[in-house]
């Protein structure tokens, strides 16, 4: 995260799963990326019951946990506060898929959460932060669209393994930048065509997938 630039001053945190095993691996929020070693990360069982570490896990912890529980494909999740991402999360806009760059990550726009009430944000926040994620992936398949913005606030990202959550991460931001120039240069620009879009989803996958895309 911090080699890529999605960290500044530390922000953000990742974890990936075992699923056999029903335990979450995360990064506690006292150590800095840059001093982190595996024997500093925190395991937690799926109710967020620390069962080895040091550390506190981070505080996203739960946010972690319903995603996975939602989205059971996924293996990795990475937050970050990386700021092209955490631009449109603030603006409460999803990032529309404006063309190939973006395409080749995301099958479609990227959603932003809607606003949490005050009663979420001061009851059970990281769970409701989660809640509010799944919410707006009704209708969206989490694979095809492996990102999420949660508004006010910052990204969520996620993949078939820790590795691939950060480097969607690092797409997710990276199309953002994109998106917001593309957006100055021309405000009523509309989404790419559907056609533009499968092409680069699907060139990225193979051929196989286009029966789902067919659909
Ligand atoms: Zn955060």
């Known amino acids: ?58 505080a996203d912890m739960l946010t972690h946990l319903r995603l996975y529980q939602a989205f059971e494909e996924i293996e990795g999740i990475a937050h970050t506060h990386a ?11 999803w990032i529309p898929a404006y063309g190939a760059t973006h395409a080749d990550f995301f099958h479609g726009a990227v959603p932003c959460t809607r606003e949490l009430s005050d009663g979420e944000v001061f009851g059970e926040y990281e769970q409701e932060t989660g809640n509010a994620i799944v919410e707006a992936f009704c209708g969206i398949d989490p694979l095809a669209v492996p990102a999420a913005l949660v508004y006010r606030h910052g990204a ?3 993949g078939v393994s820790p590795a691939d959550a950060v480097k969607n991460a690092y797409a997710l931001e990276e199309v953002a930048k994109i998106a917001a120039y593309t957006r100055m240069l021309s ?27 067919e659909e």
Not at 2 to 30: F, H, Q, Y
Not at 35 to 40: G, H, V, Y
Not at 195 to 208: F, I, T
């Open 156 to 158: 969520y990202a996620w």
């Open 187 to 213: 405000p009523e620009l509309p989404q790419a065509s559907q056609a533009l879009l499968d092409k680069h989803y699907l060139m990225k996958r193979g051929a196989n997938n286009m029966e789902n895309i």
């Open 83 to 93: 700021a092209w991402g955490t631009a449109f999360a603030q603006a409460g806009h």
């Open 1 to 58: 995260m911090p080699k890529l630039g999605l960290a500044p001053l530390d922000w953000g945190n990742v974890s990936g799963i075992d699923r056999t095993r029903g335990l979450m691996v995360i990064k506690p929020g006292e150590i800095a990326f840059e001093e982190l070693s595996p024997e500093d990360m925190t395991v937690v069982d799926m109710a967020g019951i620390v069962v080895e570490g040091y550390y506190k896990p981070s």
